[in-house]
């Protein structure tokens, strides 16, 4: 037992054996085990990672996701659409970039207390807490300017001619005012939470009418309307003389 105390010999050995220049070993086979061990590591770290952003690890590795959120996104059109272009989970709620990817995973075992203390386990509790959870989400996509909404979404390729009128006003008015995707678009794929003011987001929304589009010009090659000649003065005054006779 004298053995395992820190202060013992043999510890001291160790650890100075961990930092003397090898006298048995050549430094180059030292470095090719370096090179593979860290090539190995790196490769389960991100096929760890690539595996919690599948669609089958957020749908089926909790209940509480695959029995509410899972299956409201179901009935989405980021799920099932006539393109056949589908946005997962991941694509949503986990960064693209290396570094806010890291971060947001280390964030997300946090969840995992929540899940273990049977948080959110059953559908009361999970609509009891519907709302903050939803707000917790909005925050961070306000706070990052909808960044995961932009992998697929942007105001410059938006053809805004093929879109309606209401959602070509939104969008100019968005992008005058510097507003960001989750301002507007709450609730897009999943369900809002029962304390949801939808009439706070009015005011992001153009609600004035739509002004009528003006006559074509002869000019945009459009063939002008025919006018009618005005009658000639004489025309004019003919029948106010006979009403006076």
């Not at 917790?136 to 300017?145: G, L, P």
């Amino acid at each position: 037992m004298a053995d395992l105390d820190e202060g013992s010999p043999f510890w001291r050995r160790v650890w100075r054996a961990l930092w003397r220049p090898s006298i048995r070993w050549p430094v180059a086979p030292l470095l090719a085990v370096g090179v593979i061990v860290g090539i190995l590591f790196w490769g389960g770290f991100h096929t760890a990672m690539e595996a919690t952003n599948t669609l089958a690890f957020c749908a089926n590795t909790c209940h509480e996701m695959t029995d509410n959120v899972y299956a409201e996104y179901k009935e989405t059109i980021h799920y099932q659409n006539r393109t056949g272009v589908r946005a997962i989970c991941s694509d949503c709620h986990v960064p693209k970039e290396w570094g806010p990817k890291v971060i947001r995973k280390v964030k997300a075992t946090g969840e995992l207390w929540g899940h273990i203390t049977g948080q959110i386990d059953t559908k009361e509790k999970f609509e009891k807490n519907r709302m903050k959870l939803a707000q917790n989400e909005w925050r961070m996509m306000k706070a990052t300017d909808s960044r995961e909404c932009r992998n697929c979404h942007s105001f410059p390729a938006m053809q805004k001619t093929k879109q309606r009128p209401r959602a070509q006003k939104n969008h100019a008015t968005a992008q005058q005012r510097g507003k960001t995707c989750i301002d507007c678009h709450k609730g897009v794929a999943h369900l809002l939470p029962a304390e949801y003011d939808e009439a706070a987001d009015e005011g992001n929304l153009d609600n004035s009418p739509t002004p009528a589009s003006p006559p074509p010009s002869p000019a945009s090659g459009a063939p002008a309307a025919p006018q009618t000649p005005a009658a000639p003065p004489s025309a004019q005054a003919a029948p106010d003389a006979a009403k006076s006779n």
